[in-house]
């Protein structure tokens, strides 16, 4: 069965890739799905954000990395043949936008099912825009993020400081 692991990955930290490990042990083949969200505005493009996954799940033989065309994500899940949405849950505050879209995208795609995997406790405080906050800021984001991404960030925010 395969399943299809969406977010913005915005950039991918050490949570997603402990999801992406646990979900890639679970089903036959597992999609990470880079997608843009609307009512963000990304640090990193789909294409950046996409090979940052590519290079921390390398090892992993059965994930593969996509980037989300102008569609609906459940019209994407069919079109690849899979019926399982993976995501990861945090705490509370993630439930409520979670139970939201897996509804609607139930409403939109009754074969389609999303499952919830709660993360690592060590993993429960992570969150992409806390990373990028202390990257921004010189703080030290080592174990917070795969290390290409760590890699990444600190050439992402050189760039910024040269430029001003
Ligand atoms: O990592 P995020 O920001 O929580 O991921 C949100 C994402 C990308 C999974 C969500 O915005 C999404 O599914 N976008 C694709 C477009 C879509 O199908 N929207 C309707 C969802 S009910």
Redesign the pocket.
Known sequence: MIAVY????DPVTSGHYDVIVRAAGMFERLTVLV????S?SPLFSSEERAGLVRQACADLENVSVEI?PP?????YVVGHGAKVIV?GLRAVSDFE?EF??AL??RH?QPGVETIFLMTAAEHAYLS?SIVKEIARLGGDIHGLVPEPVRVALAAKFDQEQAKK
Not at 6 to 9: E, I, L, T
Not at 35 to 38: E, P, V
Not at 71 to 75: G, I, N, R
């Open positions: 969406p977010g913005s990955f997608a843009g969200n609307s963000k989300l569609t609906l994500l459940v019209e995501k936008y939201q879209m609607l995208n939109l992409s």
